[in-house]
């Protein structure tokens, strides 16, 4: 929350939940997430006073520091990161001591060791109840090893009433394929039980993310035309401007599939997807979700082409800057076939969305940074104003956008003041900054605080991970098989050529805000 602390009403604290004491051990901590991500959020919620009054951070890497290092790394990340929060004076000073750094390799007996006489240490001190979070920002080749060491370091304790508790929270990716996410779903499962893991996909943290079901279940208008009655169809698009900024080595071996639809997207998907949960609790939403997931109709492997689109950037052109090739970052390998656009045209064959596609498509450097799902009702029945000359007659479209300028706007027909009868699009326009006049929480106070209090609506479950995987693992495995390399499109475009364009078909075409501006 950028201006740190806004007051706290009285409905905020009966709806918040205090965590209780406990521990936070971070894995990896002197990475990059943790410095940009992980440390705002933590400080940001210890100036909301949303922390609890008894509470540690211990730091455990490799690099050669201590408790007085650390401390004056992260209040240099912070500098940098969180400029708004107060870094010096009392607050800064109760959040620095609260920090704890141990230094030891991640696969060193030793190190969990001395990480289990250090927290029981802490216990005493401070009365942490022995309750642990765990939290991996390690490479995720790491995830296994260390949920196997806590276990049989004796470092988790089991979770029930009047017992300790510990959870572990896992950074994505998880898994690279359905077989590995198996795996190390099997791995951790051998010192957590299902409960007590949190898996990371930072998109549910995020305000309008979860805005998607507060409004199509706390409003009768929108879920009256959620379905394949007066919906079309349906896109999401999560587009960025940014290349590789120093992660080619990582995304050459990931791609956008994996990076970021895998995930990201898909979770849009099925919240945009899914039927009414049976109430808020974590597993009724999940279980909706899955449910989701499960009637994504599978990619027939022998037909790719026809649904899914692969595309790689060539050098172009951002914001009037020209930008290399996808093939020349550092780090990637200069005969890459690594998708960085993939546009997939989905099917959820249930009994409220046969017949609509679901299009879906991610990218690096694109026009824009966007994130939005766009619902396009179908035409009004082609009698009245379609049918006279001079109409702009478009089909009405409700957007969710997630990212930047997050809003919901919904675009219907207007008549053009005037004696002549014109009709042209207009938009109705909700803006959270605008209506609620505050700064918004980041993902990660909201992902850390409901990991504190054990609450894994915003994770991802065990099958909700596999789902995903199995649907677009044979899309991975046809590009494999493929000997020619992904369409190219130019930085700056948006995707390859538009024969490569998926809705361009009947009434359908990418809502592309640039050019929606310009109808
Ligand atoms: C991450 C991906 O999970 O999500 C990145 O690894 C991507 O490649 C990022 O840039 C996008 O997240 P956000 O919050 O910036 O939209």
Not at 31 to 56: C, E, H, I
Not at 71 to 91: C, D, F, V, W
Not at 359 to 365: E, F, L, N
Not at 379 to 398: I, K, Q, S
Request: hydrophobic share 40%; aromatic share 10%.
């Amino acid at each position: 929350m950028a201006e740190g602390a806004s007051p706290v009403d009285r409905c905020d604290v009966l709806t918040i939940e205090r965590p209780d004491p406990c521990a936070l051990v971070l894995f990896g901590a002197t990475g990059d997430l943790t410095r940009r991500k992980l440390m705002p959020a933590l400080y940001s919620l210890a100036v909301q006073k949303l922390l609890p009054d008894r509470f540690a951070i211990v730091a455990f890497a490799r690099q050669d520091t201590d408790d007085a290092g650390f401390r004056a790394e992260i209040q240099n990340a912070l500098r940098t990161h969180a400029p708004s929060l107060p870094l010096a004076g009392e607050q800064w000073d109760g959040f620095a001591k609260r920090l704890h750094y141990l230094r030891s390799d991640l696969d060193d007996p030793r190190g969990y060791a001395a990480l289990k006489a250090l927290l029981e240490g802490l216990d005493r001190k401070e009365d942490l109840r022995g309750n642990r979070l765990f939290y991996l920002a390690t490479p995720p080749n790491y995830f296994g090893d260390i949920a196997q060491r806590l276990g049989s370091s004796g470092l988790v304790c089991p979770d029930g009433p009047g017992h300790c508790w510990s959870r572990l929270v896992v950074e994505k990716p998880f898994g690279y394929d359905l077989k590995s996410a198996r795996a190390l779903n099997a791995t951790i499962r051998e010192a957590f039980h299902e409960d007590q893991v949190y898996r990371i996909d930072h998109y549910l943290g995020k305000e309008t993310v979860q805005n998607i079901l507060v409004m199509r279940f706390a409003n009768r208008l929108f879920e009256l035309l959620w379905s394949h009655l007066y919906i079309d169809s349906v896109q999401i698009t999560v587009a960025e401007t940014l290349g590789m900024e120093g992660r080619g080595a990582y995304f050459d071996k990931s791609g956008i599939l994996r990076d970021v639809i895998q995930n990201h997207a898909l979770q849009l998907l099925t919240l945009t997807a899914m039927e009414p949960p049976v109430s808020l609790r974590a597993d009724a939403v999940r279980d909706e979700k899955v449910k989701v997931l499960r009637s994504l109709r599978a990619f027939d492997p022998a037909a790719i082409a026809l649904d899914v689109v692969r595309g790689q950037y060539v050098a172009g052109d951002i914001d009037g800057k020209p930008v290399q090739a996808y093939s020349e970052e550092e780090g990637v390998s200069a005969d890459t076939h690594t998708e960085t656009f993939a546009a997939l045209r989905f099917w959820v064959d249930n009994w409220r969305w046969a017949g609509v596609p679901f299009y879906v498509r991610a990218g690096k450097r694109l026009p824009t940074h966007l994130t939005e799902i766009v619902l396009q009702l179908k035409e009004v029945p082609d009698v009245l104003y379609a049918r006279m000359e001079c109409m702009d007659m478009h089909p009405n479209r409700l957007v969710i956008r997630v990212q930047p300028h997050e809003a919901v706007e919904i675009w219907m027909s207007a008549k053009r003041p005037g004696q002549a009868m014109r009709v042209q699009p207009v938009r109705m326009h909700f803006d959270y900054a605008e209506s609620f006049g505050k700064a918004i929480p980041s993902a990660y106070e909201h992902l850390l605080l409901n990991a504190m209090v054990g609450d894994t609506s915003l994770f991802a479950r065990h099958d909700e991970v596999e789902t995903a995987w199995e649907l677009v693992d044979p899309v991975l495995r046809a590009w494999h098989a493929d000997s020619r390399p992904p369409d190219p499109y130019f930085a700056g475009a948006w995707g390859p050529a538009p024969e490569h364009c998926l809705p361009c078909d009947n009434s359908r075409r990418w809502w592309n805000p640039d050019e929606v501006e310009a109808d």
